[in-house]
């Protein structure tokens, strides 16, 4: 696990200060080790964090030739395998690094190297017979990479501040990705909230080739980019799924627990991080550690006593911390700068307390149960999705939708106060029936029913034009960010059942799953010098659940039906039995205490004087309004994009 930058350039010239002030930037992603290379055209360089092959495991990593120089931020889970194939072959290791499998395996196969992968990685590998740079990105988008691209010249590094810090580009806001950033609560890939800077998508290699000459009137780079992966293209699969998914889940817990270091699980009392933490403890040659975060006052939201009873259950030594509100309020401004992209979620203090907390006890890599609620059908919200886009393409067919067919009266699904209060503002379901028609009406025919289900995104769709200067509002150029979940190509989905759960399935990972639950993991564990695995999300395990509902479509089930019928057995019947659970914090508490804090930076703040937002809406957020039913409010939001602007702008 590292961190990685570099500069490539069809001019001449060392580069190298450049790329130490990048590396410099990204030590907490790898306090152990140092390494860099360097010629006329390139300059790269990494920060090791040791996880596999700790005396010998440094970059840059070669071939038997030396002809090829890989640095690479990752772990390649079926090394062992690849190794012992590769050896066969008469190939030569210099180490026993997870990663040097990746120089050998180009040498066989060029690109397709990458279909042969499995584990998260983005990496830079120099070919130097070839004169070409080859970028890649692991197929679920685990680990980042960041690119700016100008004349002649390609930077690249593994966070957005590093990036910065090259001197190649200068801290300005992109409009599109700053709207979407408030309708969405990050800002969707490959956007970047800085103009000129991308990220290289998931699933996709990036190959930079030098000109044959070089020299004033020399040719640029020559820039070729395309995906290797795609979610939806995995073929379908017919057979028993508590079955198959049962094998490929003891499969990859079986590799993902590769480590020359101790190996802990972040455990919440839910479903997810029990399954991760089972198949852990069943696997692992040595012993899992589990890791809690609680909150003050031992409410609702705190989870260490379910988490407890689960680490006695599998007789695993079991750590807690209590976060309590004046630590969050105190962390908040560089929890903001850790995150490394403006990402609006609460929760953030909580993960990485755990994170701290595992490397305080001296476990540098963690599991965590992201992935489970994405892939099978554990947000409510995202089956809505399919049977609103469903009901939307039906009527379509129809000839049309007509308030009748959305009016429904619906009983509370639960007598208590939360839900009570939810059922009376929807007046029993005639407001979203109405909202829903109105939306379906106004909507182009190939967009999906999907983000503008969320009461946030709806908020920032109604308000956020107000907040807007006119200046900001002329420079969005009538972009909309609900342009994010048209069909496009995926014309099927309007037919297939199956086709429109696999669509909606592949959007729900690019966007929250990958912007706000992958990113927001790697950047927080990595602030605190710890490797997160996410099992869940193993690329084989994503296409046999994709494939499975190419066959036989599943969002009617009950949620995580298959996940728990898979885990019949391994975990005990009152774990599956309890709800969905999560690092959940009590949301309101801190908010308000965030906003008395840091209020009022929004008046004449950064986003004020830089002509987002006008300083009539700056007052108006620095209240710390926090309307019914929302989530993640527009005040929120735009308060931890103020100190992500101070942080990074400074």
Excluded at 7 to 33: F, N, T
Excluded at 170 to 196: K, M, N, W
Excluded at 393 to 418: H, K, S, V
């Amino acid at each position: 696990m590292c961190g990685i930058a570099g500069i490539i350039s069809q001019s001449s010239g060392d580069r190298s200060a450049e790329v130490d002030r990048m590396v410099e930037v990204l030590v907490h992603r790898g306090p152990d080790g140092v390494g860099s290379y360097g010629n006329e055209h390139i300059n790269f360089g990494m920060r090791r964090l040791s996880i596999i092959d700790l005396a010998g495991g440094d970059q840059p990593l070669f071939n038997e030739d030396r002809s090829l120089v890989l640095i690479a931020n990752g772990e390649i889970y079926n090394y062992v395998e690849l190794r012992r194939e590769l050896i066969e072959r008469g190939h030569h290791f210099r180490t026993n690094s997870d990663c040097e499998v990746i120089v050998h395996l180009y040498e066989d196969y060029q690109q397709g190297c990458l279909e042969r992968l499995r584990g998260m990685f983005a990496f830079a590998l120099w070919d130097e017979k070839r004169r070409t740079l080859l970028l890649a990105r692991d197929r679920m988008g685990e680990k980042p990479l960041y690119l700016f691209e100008s004349e002649g010249e390609l930077v690249f590094s593994s966070e957005l501040k590093s990036i910065l810090r090259s001197g190649h580009i200068r801290f300005q806001l992109d409009p599109q990705a700053i709207d979407s950033y408030f309708h969405y609560g990050y800002v969707p890939e490959p956007q970047t909230p800085l103009r000129g800077v991308r990220k290289l998508p998931a699933g996709h290699c990036l190959t930079v080739r030098l000109a044959e000459r070089s020299g004033v009137d020399a040719p640029g780079l020559r820039i070729e980019e395309r995906p290797y992966w795609r979610i939806e293209d995995a073929p379908p699969v017919v057979g028993a799924p508590a079955e198959l998914i049962g094998a490929e889940l003891e499969t990859i817990s079986r590799m993902i627990v590769r480590a020359d270091v101790p190996v802990g699980v972040a455990l919440s009392g839910g479903l997810d991080s029990s399954v991760v933490a089972a198949l852990a403890n069943r696997a692992s040659p040595g012993t899992i550690t589990a890791f809690t975060v609680g909150y003050e006052g031992h409410g609702r939201n705190d989870e260490r006593g379910l988490a407890r009873e689960f680490a006695d259950h599998l007789q695993i030594p079991h750590h807690e911390i209590v976060l309590r509100t004046a630590e969050v309020v105190a962390g908040f401004p560089e929890l903001t700068a850790w995150q490394d992209d403006p990402i609006a979620d609460i929760a953030g203090s909580g993960y990485l307390a755990v994170m701290r907390l595992a490397r305080e006890h001296g476990v540098p890599v963690i599991l965590q149960g992201h992935g489970g609620d994405e892939l099978c059908w554990g947000y409510h919200w995202a089956r809505q999705a399919v049977h609103q886009s469903r009901r939307k393409f039906e009527l379509l067919a129809q000839g049309g939708p007509a308030l009748t067919d959305y009016l429904t009266i619906y009983p509370p699904a639960r007598y208590n106060r939360g839900t009570l209060l939810r059922w009376l503002f929807d007046l029993g379901g005639i407001r979203s029936s109405i909202d829903h028609y109105h939306r379906d009406r106004s909507s182009p025919a190939d967009r999906l029913v999907f983000y503008d289900l969320s009461p946030d995104f709806r908020v920032a769709q109604r308000e956020m034009d107000r907040y807007y200067t006119r200046p900001f509002l002329e420079s969005l150029a009538a972009t909309d960010p609900a342009d994010l979940f048209s069909l496009g190509t995926s014309s099927a989905a309007r037919h297939d059942e199956a086709a429109l759960e696999v669509e909606i399935t592949r959007l729900l990972c690019a966007t929250y799953l990958m912007e706000n639950g992958i990113a927001q993991g790697d950047r927080l564990s990595m602030a605190s010098s710890v490797e997160l695995r996410l099992p869940l999300i193993d690329y084989r395990l994503v296409e046999l659940l994709i494939g499975l509902r190419k066959s036989q479509p599943d969002a009617g089930l009950e949620p995580k039906q298959w996940l728990r019928e898979a885990m019949t057995g391994i975990l005990p019947p009152w774990v599956m039995a309890r709800p969905k659970r999560g690092f959940t914090p009590p949301v309101r508490q801190w908010h308000q205490a965030l906003f008395n804090a840091y209020g009022d930076q929004l008046q004449n703040g950064y986003l004020v004087q830089s002509g987002i937002i006008s300083p009539a809406a700056g007052t108006e957020l620095a209240g710390g309004d926090f309307p019914f039913g929302v989530t993640a409010p527009l005040s929120f939001k735009a308060l931890v994009l103020e100190l992500w602007c101070r942080n990074f702008q400074a």
